[in-house]
């Protein structure tokens, strides 16, 4: 372990926030694994809150309201803000994290932005770490905020233990849960500005939905809130210590938090596994002309190297929630 | 190769579109790697163009538009329509796809829609079997029309020979350009709705972006545009044009059809190592309970078998365009 990681680990003793902030640095630039090591036996502890949805909905506001209630409750906070990775701007995404500020002074609340450019693989882990950082560090509370306009911003909610999928009414948004398989990942639905004509249809669409489908273990539930005006938070906190103290009982709290473990191992092993095989097909292209053969000739020639080492296997993967298409007839 | 691949390969020798269909179709199920390998020989002839750009510019009237223009000139024309991979509605996306209609009777004119679920090595190689495909058909001409609003949207249109990103006036794209490293990728900037009162601010920022950086070769074109009324259409098709001529002349065609093969190899590739890693993490997390180590150290562990079969190369990575963050101190 470097000096500098001495220092942070010193300061995560000593319970500064330039601790946290140093860490989760380190885990960005990629050079988190030290640390992580060192802490990883303080994680576990932490109640994580996923928050997702389409741009507008009032996720900031939300988020900021829910840090508000748990502070109340005397809980310290962590949030972490993922940026979109879309390059292009989606209305009010950036303005709206304005809000948070009004926590900005408070010494209990931790809030950090991260970027997801960048491949899955490397967000994935940073946000992953960032939150492992976060629950080390001794926050009661992580809520990791995103933008849900990819299957990648779905899939880092879901390291967290709740899911939270926020819904605008009139947006024609329920129509495409189904379809996305939405209703697989929200634990609970937010049915932010509640006070909208067509707050009350979406209500209704997300009900029905329901009923055509089996849930084993906990349903979904359902709050509608106007964020900004305070309404439906307490509700909100209420809905989400429901679904922390079920997870417990259940059990399933330990089986969540092995599929969160599986999803940051798998990150980070396909990042780098990406390495490995662009300097492969690098080698390849440059000495085949690379118009000899075809892409699945030329896949399959990389791959049968990797047969022995990584044999396929017939356990299922762990990671149950996505759907990942397979290359199939290779 | 199948009695069905067969019958395939009877359709395209007989330039049956039923054949070209059903080739994308089999792509698309993960089962056409020998129809592949049987046609890649008649493959590079085609044209091939990506426009991207975010929800609401216009993207489908200007893809309609340039299939226009394009039988003008006589060509065969392939459309891909790739949905985007967004559970969330983005307004008329799919709505606005209805202005390709106009060419639906036309022979010569061969549509597709392909859906971006599921994860992008799946996509980005089922469409770019269906680009090879169309290719191989003898479509002079390929058009790629993907939703900018993700790095995996903005690859597939690096399958492309030349990219068209579309910009809405008005909306603080131009903002997120530099940021996002969508000048790199751009090889003409369309403007379109050009009679947006905002329509000549975005061009000015344009130029200035482009001002700040060095530009070796093709120098991006601006061209403005009002897809509804047909307008600018045959100035961007005219700089479509002098972009090919450019990439032959140069000698960049052959560099930028490498990359592309790369692409594809490496969405194969991927797709595969991801399954043979998910079934890999799933023993070990069975095994070791999944709470003794760290993420890091479970990852170390899993690659180490990687080492041989894949070792480490000094050879830089031929995807020249994309950043990816590899993941570092592992």
Known sequence: MTEADERILADFDRKLPRGLARA???AESGAGAE???????RTGRAMTVGLTGPP?????????????????????????SVDPSSPFSHGAILGDRIRLTEHFTDPDVFIRSMASRGHLGGLA??????????DAFGMDVVIVETVGVGQSEIEIAELADTTLVALQPGSGDSVQ????????????????????PMALQLQREIHSMMEMLDF???????????????????????????????LRVSGELEAKRKTAFAHRVRALVIGDLERRVDARIADRIGRTNGSAEDPYGAAREILADVETALPESQTRPATRRTTRASVKGL
């Open 177 to 196: 849960l189904l379809k996305a398989g939405i209703l697989e990942v929200a634990d609970i639905f937010v049915v932010n500005k509640a006070d909208h």
């Open 125 to 134: 882990g940073a946000t992953g770490d960032a939150v492992a950082f976060m």
């Open 216 to 246: 084993s273990g906990w349903v979904p539930e359902l709050v509608a809130t106007r964020a900004r005006d305070g309404i439906g938070i307490d509700e909100l906190w209420a809905a989400i210590g429901r679904h922390a103290e079920y």
């Open 56 to 80: 507008g909905v009032g996720k900031s506001t939300l988020c900021s309201e829910l840090v508000g209630v748990a502070r109340r409750d005397g809980k310290t906070v962590g949030v972490i």
């Open 24 to 26: 989760i640095s380190r």
């Open 35 to 41: 640390l992580m090591h060192a802490v990883f036996g």
